[in-house]
């Protein structure tokens, strides 16, 4: 990250939330990851301790693609957050994930977000690096 | 459950007139104003109350810290907090206590300074929490406001609404509150601009907030807050006012889920839970009081309440059908000017029950004729994400 002592940030994840603290660690090195049962083969997300589909907790972590679709999506145009208010007009979307997770993110790289979006539109994640961990951002496949 | 059972009633009422108290009154205060004025219209006083709910807008370790500020010493407490929904929630629970034997006066409050706060409900960011949701989901920006466009703009891909069909919502609720002083005043403490009725043209040329909806689509940030008082049989009977029966009600709960649909709100499964309840169809309903966040949270809620079939409430809308004075062709939307037009503090709730009932006595500032049926439905969360749904059936002797 280039230096920018009083540039309002993008507020991230903290690492110690102790049921996501997997997912982010693992966005370190670029992996968009998700769990599924052992058991009863539920798919959960967000990551948790236990399966919310049997009485178990045998999940293991799966790496998706990075590939879906946006479900569906606005465009911010008014924001009082110091960083977002920064970034109007921005897109926020849910994307449904190739392999089933729906996520909460943004799709960057349009250059009219109003115009320039549909639902159902492919997209691919694209990280956003920072110190600790790295953000999954959409832009159009 | 008996249909058209009479287990409670809803027996004193009060709403607090002023949306913008400019930092002199804190919202306990606001709370023990309105619980007194309330118990005043029901005929009681502090020493009748025996139960407590409470959503915890007055501080914390919610129940007891009532209980003192009030002076009373309450058999039950309930603090369920379920945002704006919470009121439904607690005129279910006050019914239920009452039907129980555990309770007989049944107390609601609610006051907030929002306003006064200057809180940016609609259009702050989110900080980064230490809930799991939050950690996910903080990144990425999403305002109030886009969170329920999201659920519009798929409802709109689905279903082929129109922002014109929305806009419906908005010129229906706001010639409501041109009938309503207090909403009249509400807009003009508020400061909005060109204040009086608007067409679906104003709604849909209205500055654009998060795609698609538009500034005259968003509900106001107000102060306010109001009181309940809900009371036994026997105790209403002898009350000042007419009782106005709580006859049904349905919860819910709805969060994302794999190949979820967010156009289908959690009150497609509260929503015929209290219909069932009460004994009542939709099309019996005279006055839907339903929580207007946002345009598209009415339509989507008046489609899973059954109001019309799903998808088909953006044709069902059109034409200025949900005013009061058109009873022929169902029922009357938020008569009070909602929280489009009229009061919203945070959590609406409370003022859906308030003009449910002024309706059921006949003393609404937007009277539907003989009103005997209404729906109090409120959306606590986020229409496009997590929320929690309550209803209420209403209806007079
Ligand atoms: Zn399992």
Redesign the pocket.
């Given at each position: 990250m280039a230096e920018q002592p009083r540039e309002p940030q993008r507020p991230l994840p903290r690492l110690k939330e102790l049921d996501t603290r997997a997912f982010w660690e693992a966005t370190r090195n670029k992996e968009l990851r998700y769990q599924r049962?052992d058991?009863?083969e539920?798919v959960v997300f967000y990551p948790r301790r236990h399966?919310t589909?049997?009485l178990?907790s045998n999940l293991s972590w799966y790496t998706a693609s990075g590939k879906g679709s946006i479900y569906s999506f606005s465009v911010v145009r008014q924001s009082y957050h110091p960083f977002f208010r920064s970034r109007v007009p921005y897109a926020v979307a849910w994307i449904d994930l190739d392999e089933g997770p729906r996520l909460l993110s943004n799709i960057v790289g349009v250059e009219d977000p109003g115009a320039d979006l549909t639902i159902g539109q492919q997209v691919v994640v694209e990280w956003e690096e920072h110190e600790e961990l790295s953000i999954p951002l959409f832009r159009p496949a | 459950m008996a249909a058209q059972g009479r287990d409670a009633a809803i027996v004193g009422i009060h709403e607090y007139p002023s949306r913008d108290v400019e930092g002199e009154f804190s919202p306990l205060q606001i709370k023990a104003e309105s619980a007194a004025r309330a118990l005043e219209d029901a005929g009681l006083n502090w020493s009748d109350v025996d139960a407590i709910y409470d959503a915890g807008d007055g501080g914390g370790m919610a129940g007891l810290t009532i209980s003192e500020y009030f002076g009373l010493h309450p058999r039950i407490i309930d603090t369920t907090n379920v945002g704006g929904s919470s009121y439904e929630y607690h005129a279910a629970h006050a019914r239920r206590d009452i039907a129980a034997g555990k309770a007989r006066v049944a107390l609601l409050t609610y006051g907030s300074t929002a306003h006064s706060n200057a809180m940016a409900i609609g259009v702050g960011g989110r900080g980064g929490g230490v809930h799991p949701v939050d950690n996910m989901e903080s990144f990425a920006g999403m305002t109030l406001v886009s969170n329920y466009a999201m659920a519009a703009r798929r409802h709109m891909h689905q279903y082929g609404t129109t922002s014109e069909q929305l806009a419906e919502i908005s010129t229906a609720t706001r010639y409501h509150a041109m009938r309503n002083p207090q909403a009249v005043q509400a807009m003009q403490d508020l400061e909005f601009l060109d204040i009086r009725e608007t067409t679906v043209e104003d709604v849909v040329n209205s500055r654009m907030i998060a795609d698609p909806l538009h500034l005259l689509e968003c509900c106001m940030i107000s102060d306010g807050g109001g009181a309940v008082v809900i009371a036994a049989p026997d105790v209403a009977r002898d009350c000042a006012k007419n009782p106005v029966w709580i006859l049904g009600t349905g919860e819910a709960t709805k969060y994302p889920e794999i190949g979820g649909d967010i156009t289908i709100s959690a009150a497609a499964a509260s929503g015929p839970s209290a219909f069932a309840e009460a004994g009542v169809a939709p099309d019996e309903i005279d006055v839907a009081m339903i929580y207007d966040s946002f345009s598209i949270t009415v339509l989507t809620l008046l489609e899973d309440l059954g109001f019309c079939a799903k998808g088909e409430g953006g044709a069902w809308v059109e034409g200025g059908r949900l005013r009061f004075d058109r009873p022929e062709d169902g029922p009357a939307l938020n008569t009070d000017g909602g929280g489009l037009s009229s009061n919203h503090p945070g959590m609406r709730g409370i003022f859906l029950l308030l003009e449910a009932t002024r309706q059921l006595r006949g003393e609404s500032t937007s009277q539907v004729s003989d009103a005997r049926l209404a729906v109090a439905h409120g959306n606590g969360g986020m229409l496009g994400s997590r929320h929690c749904a309550g209803t209420v059936i209403l209806g007079r002797d």
């Amino acid at each position: 990250m280039a230096e920018q002592p009083r540039e309002p940030q993008r507020p991230l994840p903290r690492l110690k939330e102790l049921d996501t603290r997997a997912f982010w660690e693992a966005t370190r090195n670029k992996e968009l990851r998700y769990q599924r049962c052992d058991d009863c083969e539920t798919v959960v997300f967000y990551p948790r301790r236990h399966c919310t589909g049997c009485l178990g907790s045998n999940l293991s972590w799966y790496t998706a693609s990075g590939k879906g679709s946006i479900y569906s999506f606005s465009v911010v145009r008014q924001s009082y957050h110091p960083f977002f208010r920064s970034r109007v007009p921005y897109a926020v979307a849910w994307i449904d994930l190739d392999e089933g997770p729906r996520l909460l993110s943004n799709i960057v790289g349009v250059e009219d977000p109003g115009a320039d979006l549909t639902i159902g539109q492919q997209v691919v994640v694209e990280w956003e690096e920072h110190e600790e961990l790295s953000i999954p951002l959409f832009r159009p496949a | 459950m008996a249909a058209q059972g009479r287990d409670a009633a809803i027996v004193g009422i009060h709403e607090y007139p002023s949306r913008d108290v400019e930092g002199e009154f804190s919202p306990l205060q606001i709370k023990a104003e309105s619980a007194a004025r309330a118990l005043e219209d029901a005929g009681l006083n502090w020493s009748d109350v025996d139960a407590i709910y409470d959503a915890g807008d007055g501080g914390g370790m919610a129940g007891l810290t009532i209980s003192e500020y009030f002076g009373l010493h309450p058999r039950i407490i309930d603090t369920t907090n379920v945002g704006g929904s919470s009121y439904e929630y607690h005129a279910a629970h006050a019914r239920r206590d009452i039907a129980a034997g555990k309770a007989r006066v049944a107390l609601l409050t609610y006051g907030s300074t929002a306003h006064s706060n200057a809180m940016a409900i609609g259009v702050g960011g989110r900080g980064g929490g230490v809930h799991p949701v939050d950690n996910m989901e903080s990144f990425a920006g999403m305002t109030l406001v886009s969170n329920y466009a999201m659920a519009a703009r798929r409802h709109m891909h689905q279903y082929g609404t129109t922002s014109e069909q929305l806009a419906e919502i908005s010129t229906a609720t706001r010639y409501h509150a041109m009938r309503n002083p207090q909403a009249v005043q509400a807009m003009q403490d508020l400061e909005f601009l060109d204040i009086r009725e608007t067409t679906v043209e104003d709604v849909v040329n209205s500055r654009m907030i998060a795609d698609p909806l538009h500034l005259l689509e968003c509900c106001m940030i107000s102060d306010g807050g109001g009181a309940v008082v809900i009371a036994a049989p026997d105790v209403a009977r002898d009350c000042a006012k007419n009782p106005v029966w709580i006859l049904g009600t349905g919860e819910a709960t709805k969060y994302p889920e794999i190949g979820g649909d967010i156009t289908i709100s959690a009150a497609a499964a509260s929503g015929p839970s209290a219909f069932a309840e009460a004994g009542v169809a939709p099309d019996e309903i005279d006055v839907a009081m339903i929580y207007d966040s946002f345009s598209i949270t009415v339509l989507t809620l008046l489609e899973d309440l059954g109001f019309c079939a799903k998808g088909e409430g953006g044709a069902w809308v059109e034409g200025g059908r949900l005013r009061f004075d058109r009873p022929e062709d169902g029922p009357a939307l938020n008569t009070d000017g909602g929280g489009l037009s009229s009061n919203h503090p945070g959590m609406r709730g409370i003022f859906l029950l308030l003009e449910a009932t002024r309706q059921l006595r006949g003393e609404s500032t937007s009277q539907v004729s003989d009103a005997r049926l209404a729906v109090a439905h409120g959306n606590g969360g986020m229409l496009g994400s997590r929320h929690c749904a309550g209803t209420v059936i209403l209806g007079r002797d």
